[in-house]
């Protein structure tokens, strides 16, 4: 059984829901993450997304577009993050971490060897929202290689055959976006969301994991309802943007306990 597969089955046992942190590696400072993730890890985050910085983040909302050029300023890479990867492994965290990213610079960086170096940093997976099934073909093989998982997307605008299509192609569980458009804190969740998460559950048993406009207590409170995990991106680093440096983590550790009600 894979770490996010364990992750999850642990926590539903518990009747909790996991908290998945996005955090850009090289946000705001270049080494920032070996001291933020262990601190969210600390106040009960369950994974992280951990996001490799691109110039063109498609997906992305103005606040996370901020940090990955900031990061990008700081001179992060592909390769700084999988190395951040295993430093955090080295610093004790036991959370999954999964690579965030587009494929544009995993590609050029060489998919079977990122896939390996992952691995052998003790990271647990790829998401990567560019890359639609068809095209994965050589990023699934190299994953299923090295015992990674690959996180699929479904939005709500996804026809239940294309939903059913998609789910074939991933492991580790499924990204339910959660709204139509891009990332960024949201004052409400979509009223549609539990009719998406039915769909999906109709074709898969994988873990649901909700993101995009996650930002209050009450939107996980609502999401554990429904699903079994939420991702808090740019909540987390508009929170981040207003924190000086020496309060940062703690500022986030904070905010994990506030979002889990602890």
Request: proline share 6%.
């Amino acid at each position: 059984m894979s770490r996010i597969a364990e992750t999850f089955a642990r926590l539903r046992a518990e009747g909790r829901v996991a908290l998945m942190p996005y955090l850009t590696v090289g946000f705001p400072e270049r080494t920032s993450a070996l001291t933020l993730i262990p601190a969210m890890e600390t106040a009960g985050a369950s994974l992280f997304e951990l996001g490799v910085p691109f110039s063109d983040p498609l997906a992305d909302g103005a606040t996370i577009q901020r940090s990955a050029q900031r990061a990008l300023a700081h001179g992060v890479t592909l390769a700084d993050c999988i190395a951040t990867t295993a430093s955090l492994r080295e610093r004790g965290v036991t959370a999954p971490l999964l690579l965030m990213g587009y494929y544009n610079p995993l590609l050029r960086y060489g998919v079977e060897r990122a896939c390996r170096e992952l691995a052998a940093a003790g990271g647990d997976g790829w998401i990567v929202p560019d890359l639609p099934p068809e095209e994965a073909g050589e990023l699934r093989a190299a994953t299923a290689a090295h015992g990674l998982d690959l996180i699929m997307f479904v939005a709500p605008t996804t026809p239940e055959a294309r939903v059913a299509e998609i789910v074939q192609h991933a492991t580790g569980f499924i990204y339910v976006v959660s709204l139509t458009g891009v990332t960024g804190a949201r004052q409400q969740m979509d009223g549609n969301l539990g009719e998406v998460l039915a769909r999906v559950r109709r074709h898969t048993n994988l873990p649901l994991v909700v993101g995009f406009g996650i930002s209050t207590p009450e939107h996980v409170v609502e999401v554990a309802r429904l699903a079994d995990g939420a991702i808090v991106g740019s909540a987390l680093i508009a929170h981040l943007e207003s924190l000086a440096t020496d309060a940062a983590a703690p500022g986030v550790a904070t905010f994990v306990r506030r979002l889990l009600g602890t």
